[in-house]
């Protein structure tokens, strides 16, 4: 027979390798930027707005911090000062294009998330991560920092519109 303490230790322990081995498999997955990305965008976090660089394009845009009033709509006003076309606060990709978010952080850790993109990643100072997409809808969706960065941090919104490659 074998000892229970033996099977208490021995079962637990085959359970927390297999679950590091399914999460390690599919997180390498989920990462993964070795195919080749239609567009590029290095996103940039700092303190409390977000610059958008598309890469292949050289086009540089500087973000804004979004100004929160208590009434909706609010997030709109990250684009207040230059017009509802600018692209300021707001991230164009094309729908079905592979596109690859080169992520850096400028000052403190800061954290990329677009929900419905299903994907979040930290921007940590001093280190460049990477996630690729490929947008299947067109759309506008919210972005946000999704990591406590400092005391405006609830005003760290941009904003990405999916669209035709042709527009």
């Known amino acids: 027979n074998i000892p229970i303490e033996i099977l208490y230790t021995v079962v637990p322990m085959l359970m927390v390798v297999v679950l590091f081995y399914y999460t390690a498999r599919d997180e390498a997955y989920l990462v993964d930027t070795s195919k080749q990305a239609d567009v590029t ?8 707005s977000w ?14 911090q979004a ?5 909706p709509g609010a997030e709109e006003t ?8 600018s692209l300021r606060g707001r991230i164009y990709l094309p729908v ?18 677009v929900p419905a ?11 460049v991560n990477r996630f690729q ?19 405006y941090h609830s005003q760290m919104l941009f904003n ?4 035709s490659r042709s527009e």
């Open 160 to 163: 990405v519109k999916v669209v």
């Open 117 to 127: 993109f299903l994907q979040k990643m930290d921007m940590i100072p001093g280190r």
């Open 51 to 64: 610059d958008f660089n598309y890469v292949e394009d050289d086009v540089h845009e500087v973000g804004t």
């Open 96 to 113: 079905n294009e592979r596109v690859e978010f080169v992520l850096t952080s400028r000052d403190v850790i800061h954290s990329f998330w």
């Open 133 to 151: 997409v490929v947008p299947t809808q067109e759309g506008q969706f919210k972005g946000k920092c999704a990591e406590l960065c400092g005391a």
């Open 41 to 48: 965008v290095n996103v940039v976090g700092k303190q409390w």
């Open 78 to 85: 990250i684009i207040r000062d230059v017009g509802e076309d």
């Open 67 to 71: 100004i929160l009033t208590g009434e």
